[in-house]
């Protein structure tokens, strides 16, 4: 059974960049797109980002645009999220989660059933 780890958050300044970081175990990430989702205290569950199995196309919230970038190290089992230029409305607690799919080149960052969850890691955004 597939297991994934995020890390990486933590606090930082407005403007601030932060790379988090979403391990998986168990089997490998061949068909499985990855997805990051962010949840603020008193808020819906909000995607933000998803790469597909193959690594080739990835899918962006509007909030994420132009400021996140998602990427996947196949050989290492490990997908990223870099975030750039973060505000404090991009607080949160962030989860990597696994969506098992024979459709390798596609991911939608709007899709809600996830197969797989990880526990989370927070993003403090403060000065």
């Known amino acids: 059974q597939l297991q994934l780890v995020e890390s990486g958050g933590g606090l930082v300044q407005p403007g601030g960049s932060l790379r988090l970081s979403c391990a998986a175990s168990g089997e490998g990430l061949d068909y499985d797109a990855i997805h990051w989702f962010r949840q603020a205290p008193g808020k819906e569950r909000e995607g933000i980002s998803c790469?597909?199995?193959?690594?080739?196309?990835?899918d962006y919230a509007d909030s994420a645009k132009g400021r996140f970038t998602i990427s996947r190290d196949s050989a290492k089992n490990m997908v990223y999220l870099q975030m750039n230029n973060l505000r404090p409305g991009d607080a949160a607690g962030y989860y990597c989660a696994a969506k098992s799919t024979f459709v390798r080149n596609l991911c939608v960052v709007r899709s809600r059933s996830m197969d797989y969850w990880g526990r989370g890691t927070v993003v403090n955004v403060s000065s």
């Open positions: 790469i597909s199995a193959s690594g080739s196309n990835a």
